[in-house]
Nanobody
């Protein structure tokens, strides 16, 4: 079992940067692959990025490639999402998630635990 708490969301302008953090409880954080999803108003939740438990592999949605970077610090039980050059279409609630799979995909069903989410709003 792992509990996830996201922080770092807020209101920014187009072109700004934000770094989201996700703190995980439990002693087995390093065994989970971690991901970020987001859900915009009126839309389905969508995959943003993930990083494997051993930090060997990362993957990104096409819409964020080159702008977002996922990383993790297993010593701090924390995963990060650095978001640069933010656009209004990045406005959403961002969710941190953990997977028991060695290399999860982009489906929500690949992930076992979810945080409550943090709001990111990008104004024009």
């Amino acid at each position: 079992q792992v509990q996830l708490v996201e922080t770092g969301g807020g209101l920014v302008q187009t072109g700004d940067s934000l770094r989201l953090s996700c703190a995980a409880s439990g002693r087995t954080f390093s065994r989970y692959s971690m991901g970020w999803f987001r859900q915009a108003p009126g839309k389905e939740r969508e995959f943003v990025a993930h990083i494997t438990w051993n930090i060997v592999s990362t993957d990104y949605a096409d819409s964020v490639k080159g702008r977002f970077t996922i990383s993790r610090d297993n010593a701090k039980n924390t995963v990060y999402l650095q978001m640069n050059n933010l656009k209004p279409e990045d406005t959403a609630v961002y969710y941190c998630t953990a997977s028991l799979l060695v290399r999860p995909g982009k489906a929500q069903s690949d992930y076992n635990y979810w945080g409550q989410g943090t709001q990111v709003t990008v104004s024009t």
